[in-house]
């Protein structure tokens, strides 16, 4: 028990009204900080824009309000997170699905998908390899539709990267533009490919949990069916609102609001992600070429850092049950073999598209790091069975998140000050 | 087909698919969830149950609440009433009555009833920022007199006909000794003192209405919340004596302490969190919005963790930013208006939701009695009350409608009444009575209300026309 914890079990009632306030306060302090010109200035600072991207700030502040710590959240208050998080997922889903319209899809350069379809296969397959080890030492005997989402996770973890290469690359020269638009397209894709394969292997995984095979069966091929017509059914549903709003921002808050909760709320009540609904929903508003659903897509992608901080705060309580030891472990496996892994698929992929790029350039590293999505998934299954196995997974991949967004930048730095001449060679 | 028709079609059909979409979803929810909805919540599968379909009530709620709320419009009815119409309807009370299943259970209509202390104060924020120190000062006086006129006429005036009339009415309250008698006649007077300064709020947003009633009933209307808590105070502090018995209620001196510290608390946290948003506030350059919507969580959850009243404290705090900051607040208070349509929907449409269709199903005659003799009483007391205390001569025969809406601080005092009174045999039936009584109040006082707007000239359309 920690300090602030025997503090509560010897005063109750004041200690516990003094770690909700300090929580409210951490929190408002930082949410009010991130708001400021002050802040601004300090992003364009490179470490601290890899700290910031890496979700370091919002995750400690989850962790000091969280369970272990001040115990601000606990109890209902974490079970109340379950729905909240399941909003904030759909909404995460619908910014990722907007990317999917057709004519940006068709825009895809060959040698990209060629890229992503061989780091996929490279990295899945370490993946495929660490979620056996992990299962493999002590989890073997865990129910399947308890352990299978969590290994789930640590597969998907491996996939795809994070589409920022500012605190990589600050000074892009005419060479680098194109390799830094492809690493951050890539990662927008990669975000789709894992959500995909989500949506893919969980139904499977609950089939395969089932204890009757006709039913999982059904469960199995009944779930895209539901998710795909309901997100038909939002998308135009959305459409057909917003042209008879003229405009108003508080009705089309009102149409953005319902479209975010009734997707997440139907994927709860169905046993799928809010993740896939939500990308789905997302991917029909993309496609259905309205300008009303122009405003409908600029509220809801300016809501993106919010959902991205409110994710982070939440996991830091949320992974208060796992495992340290073994989180950690897992932790530094995920972003230690995507250190050594990504950077070799990305060198070939990126030398093979554009030949004058160095080959020892920053941007290689960028797919070295974890995209936030990849929290969002692994949210997924603590949400879905509150396991402690589950909690385990979530903070490892939030290790593996913050290390992977600083180590590629330090990588990145060490290499250029040993790329540079020093100067008594230079004379 | 003219244009409006057409869109009351398409918002028809549009609710319609809504709804057999959430009734689909609930169908096959057993198959496909299965046992991974109840695995979450540590094995409490109510509670898996509840925390699963809870964020699509909330979005059924919101959506459905503001079709149906457009819907009405057209025919001259106050979409509120629509609001609180499409929550009777999704609630747990009606449809299982006639023997269907009901698209918001119970158990996450309790979950939803936590966005409420939210929702007040947000709302309560901008009701803050519309009270004016310059107007109070002027009618600070005023207001006084037409409270203590209409308190005292509706107190004592129900008081007296639930005496002679309702309680007799009920059996299980028709043998009551008489001092028992009396006290819960006079919690009924209290109770129907109590009117909802969110549906006055929402009825001044929603018409646009501008003048002097709208200024003095929402002025009224807060300072009622005071007097209430105090009165309240007073009544629960007689429950020993009037049912004889020593350990119910609380020591007086406990009550005391309680009360000064709601009162108090509530008005210094309120003047610390307004100080507090207002220097946040000037250093954010965007998203003010979602600061917004933190306060006011931060506000909800701070009052729930020391006892104090939300309303009250976001209320304090939008009337300090307004009165000490008027033009450098400007900017959150038009963002606050924004977010406030989705709030009045979820928030309108649980409350109908909550209505008990089994009390007013069972009780609707002595429920009846008590609503009529309480509008009665409101129209007299506040007529009289608006003539003492010489409010402009325009008003004084409409204002007593502003005063009819009932809703969330008159249910929170009816179940402080019945958790004060305890467990004996008559007090679900007291329960009902009240709610069910509220339930009428709740969707009649709206149109009354925005009649009385009207009739006084301060609707955009009664202006137009006068």
Redesign the interface.
Known sequence: MTTPLLLAAAAEGAT??LA??VG?AV??AA??FA???LY?RLQRQRWVAAFTAGGWFATIAGVLIGPRVLAAVEGDAL??L??IL??ALAWIGLIVGLQLRRTLVAAIPPNLVRWLVRDSAVAGGVGVIVAACWWWTGHADQPI?IVGPAAMVIVVAFLGWAPETRTLRADLTPGTVAPAQQVQAGGGLGAILAIAAVGLAMPVL?AAG?GSAT?GA??AA??PV?AIG?AL?LGL?AR??LR?TAGR???A???T??L???????A?????SPLVSGMLAGAVIANLRDPHLRDLERSLQ??EP?MAVLMLLSCGSLAAEAHAGEAIVLGLAIAGLRLVLKPIVARTALRRAFPDLEERDPLTLGPARLPMIAIAIAVGPV?????GSAATVLAGVMIALLLGAIAPALAGRRRASSDTPSPGVAA | MNDQTRRTLVLLGVLGLLAGLVFLAHAVEPMLAGDLATIGAGGDADTGRALNGVTLSLGFLLLGSWLLGEIVSPFGLPRVVGYLVFGVLAGPGLLPALGLPAPVAANELELLRKLDALAISLIALVAGGEIKVAFLRGMLGRIATLLATQVGLILFGVGVVAFFLVLPMVPSLSGLPTPAAIHLSLVAGLLCVANSPAIVIAMIAETGARGPMCDTALAATVSKDLVLVVLLTIMLAFVPIAFGSADDGGSGGGLVGEAVWHLAGSIGFGVVVGIAMHFAATKIEKRIDVFIVLCGFAIAFASDALHLAPLLVALVAGFTQANIWPERSERMFHSIETLLLPVYCVFFATAGAGIRIDAVLALWPVALLLVGSRLVLVWAGTTAGAKLARLDPGIRPWIWTAFTPQAGVAIALANEVAKAIGDRPFVPDLAALFLAAIAINEVLGPLLMKWGLQRAGETPSASAAG
């Open positions: 516990r009204v909700v306030f409210i929190v408002g949410a009010t708001t400021t010109r601004a079970l109340a379950r729905p399941g909003i539709s609950q089932d039913r059904v469960i009944l779930e539901l309901t059914l549903g057909l609102l008879r921002e508080s009705e808050l009102v149409i609001l319902a975010v909760f009734l997707s997440a709320g139907i709860n009540e169905l046993g799928f300016s809501a919010g949400l879905a069975t509150g396991d």
